[in-house]
Nanobody, 116 residues
């Protein structure tokens, strides 16, 4: 059974940094990509960033230059370094694993709150 476990969320002041981690287990198919999405209260879940199996990355315009995604595919783990955080970054952050055949799995989410 595939499981994704996120960690590293919390409360941080504007301008601060946080590092999220997502560890995947039970992966039996090829892991094509891992990414991060977020959902703020009253809003739809939105794309944040993704990293492919070859290391290629893509970011939402709202986080470019502030967030960095990295991965250790040998451990099926992906990280999200979030810098210069803003109140509008407040959301539940979800990890997603995209496997071969179009199969995708989501983590349970971790809360990130940016506030004074």
């Amino acid at each position: 059974q595939v499981q994704l476990v996120e960690s590293g969320g919390g409360l941080v002041q504007p301008g601060g940094s946080l590092r999220l981690s997502c560890a995947a287990s039970g992966i039996m198919l090829r892991l094509n990509a891992m990414g991060w999405y977020r959902q703020a209260p009253g809003k739809q879940r939105e794309f944040v960033t993704i990293i492919g199996s070859g290391g290629s990355t893509r970011y939402a315009d709202s986080v470019k230059g502030r967030f960095i995604i990295s991965r250790d595919f040998s451990k099926n783990t992906v990280y999200l370094q979030m810098n210069s955080l803003k109140p509008e970054d407040t959301a539940v952050y979800y990890c997603k694993a995209d496997l071969a055949g179009g199969v995708g799995y989501w983590g349970q989410g971790t809360q990130v709150t940016v506030s004074l």
